[in-house]
């Protein structure tokens, strides 16, 4: 983490896709050591909602907070480092999964804990294998982890360590935010947001 | 980070290399074509080396030009790179290059069959390959361009040759005259300036471009 964990937060904000409202406006606080869990139906916009806060797409209504000052998209990641959990996961079916690693970490494999089956290329892997390696390419060092549907294709050890590292982030003052509709680590959660559709007043 | 991109282009291109082998059979199944068109009148022949020549390149390179940013595109690498705030035109420009290695280079290398082909002297060959590597580097940045410009769109590749071939018209004018020069042993070396102008101006303008485009795309996604 950096020196200090920048105040994170977003005021009035909408998800919106091609400029069309999808949610009410939802404006809240990340404060360090908190996990926030995204709560919705599904298409409700928790993964929309998660893009604006990791900048990769501009609202069309609402800001990004950070330090009480309003943030640009692309100025978000520039001030927070950020781990990114989503539905592409970025990796390259003909790369192994060491190798895959590497290349989106910029850690060595020495990094990850040592297993045959990241010597063999990644489309041999099954859905919850492939889940599992993207949980390893969390760190601890960044100040926000984003997380979208992380624990779809967990099995029950797999989803205890991904809790266990919610704990141990959320401990050293991480800020969580995981967009779900599985219960995820229930006893560590600091606020639910629960993203309801929006409605144009007539 | 860029290091990292470029390493990985030259072991996906190794792991499948089917790629590659077909661009460059691609390449001389379009330059076998032109005398079994025009017939075996080798003087017709050795007057139209150099156009037949850059049309190869040309054709056989424009449909490998969508591989650029396709697949980062779709595996959400592009948008791990904006998050980890790395910068897209030194990513744009490692892609350019790594294409260039792979994709341009083995067409260079099959010129000496080309050169069977057409009786190319083996003497021009040294110079050919150099016109030709300049100004498939300038394609390949233009190709960029285009590639960048049409991520996510239908029919992506039809859309992106329509981009390119008004705008590589310059440099397979240029690399044509300075080709024909070489073969015919005349002084190549204003065309060949062209050429190379035309690939620096492209070299400053393509790594913006297909960042802006890039950006764009990712927030389209």
Known sequence: MTQKTPLFGCQALHACRDEVLL???????????????????????????????????????????IDGKMAKPAEIPQQLSISYLGHDDAMHGDLTGYENFELLTGQSRISLVQSDLYDRPLSTYSAGQRQKLTLHMLDDAHDIWLLDEPSAS?????????????????????????????????????????????EARP | MMRQVFTRDLRLAMRRPGDVISTVGFFLMIATLFPLAIGPDSKMLALMTSSI??????????????????????????????????????????????????????????????????????????????????????????????????????????LSAILILPLAFPIVIFGTLASQAVLEGQDYSAHFALLGASCLILL?????????ALRYAIEER
């Not at chain 2, 303008?205 to 802006?212: E, H, I, K, L, M």
């Open chain 2, 53 to 158: 020549l850059w049309i190869a390149v040309l054709l056989a390179s424009l449909p490998s030009f969508d591989r650029l940013f396709v697949d980062d595109y779709h595996t959400g690498f592009l948008d791990r790179l904006v998050i980890s705030n790395a910068a897209l035109w030194e990513y744009a420009l490692v892609r350019i290059i790594s294409h260039f290695c792979i994709m341009g280079l083995p067409l260079i290398a099959a010129l000496p069959i080309m050169a069977l082909f057409f009786a190319i002297p083996l003497s021009a060959l040294p110079l050919l390959a150099l016109i030709i590597a300049v100004g498939l580097f300038a394609l390949t940045l233009l190709g960029a361009i285009a590639a960048s410009l049409t991520l996510g769109a239908r029919r992506a590749s039809l």
């Open chain 2, 204 to 212: 400053v303008v393509s790594p913006a471009a297909t960042f802006y």
């Open chain 1, 23 to 65: 949610t009410t406006a939802v404006t809240a606080d990340f404060p360090s050591a908190s996990y926030t869990q995204l709560r919705g139906r599904n298409g409700s916009g928790k993964s929309t909602f998660l893009r604006h806060l990791a900048g990769l797409l501009p609202p069309s209504s609402g800001h990004i907070i």
């Open chain 1, 154 to 198: 967990l099995d029950e050890a797999n989803l205890t360590y991904l809790e266990e590292r919610i704990a141990g982030y959320l401990a050293c003052g991480g800020i969580v935010i995981a967009a779900t509709h599985l219960p995820l680590a229930q006893s560590l959660i600091t606020q639910t947001i629960t993203l309801e559709p929006y």
